[in-house]
Nanobody, 116 residues
Framework: QVHVTESGGGLVQAGGSLRLSCAAS??????MGWYRQAPGKERELVAT????????NYADSVKGRFTISRLNAENTVYLQMNSLRPEDTAVYYC???????????WGEGTLVTVSS
């Protein structure tokens, strides 16, 4: 059974930093990533990483500020968020895609609040 668990959210002032962690278990994963959903808005991609090549993809709004990285041995990915802005406030969800099947699994989310 696949489990995806996020941690590391919280309250931070604008300009500050946070690091999110995501641990997935129960399978092998080809892609892991972070998405976010702000109040009243749709869920959007933040960053993804291919576990085999470390190829990364970022939303334009976070390029240069956020960095996604992985620790393959433990099916863990991190999202280092610097220079945070109030508009980064959202629930951040971790996503893991299972090798071969392509099935997606989501964590329950962790809230990030950036105060101005």
């Amino acid at each position: 059974q696949v489990h995806v668990t996020e941690s590391g959210g919280g309250l931070v002032q604008a300009g500050g930093s946070l690091r999110l962690s995501c641990a997935a278990s129960g399978s092998s994963f080809s892609i892991m990533g972070w998405y976010r959903q702000a109040p009243g808005k749709e869920r959007e991609l933040v960053a993804t990483i291919f576990t085999s090549t470390a190829y990364t993809n970022y939303a334009d709004s976070v390029k240069g500020r956020f960095t996604i990285s992985r620790l393959n041995a433990e099916n863990t990915v991190y999202l280092q968020m610097n220079s945070l802005r109030p508009e980064d406030t959202a629930v951040y969800y971790c996503n893991a895609v299972v090798w071969y099947s392509g099935m997606n699994y989501w964590g329950e989310g962790t809230l990030v609040t950036v105060s101005s």
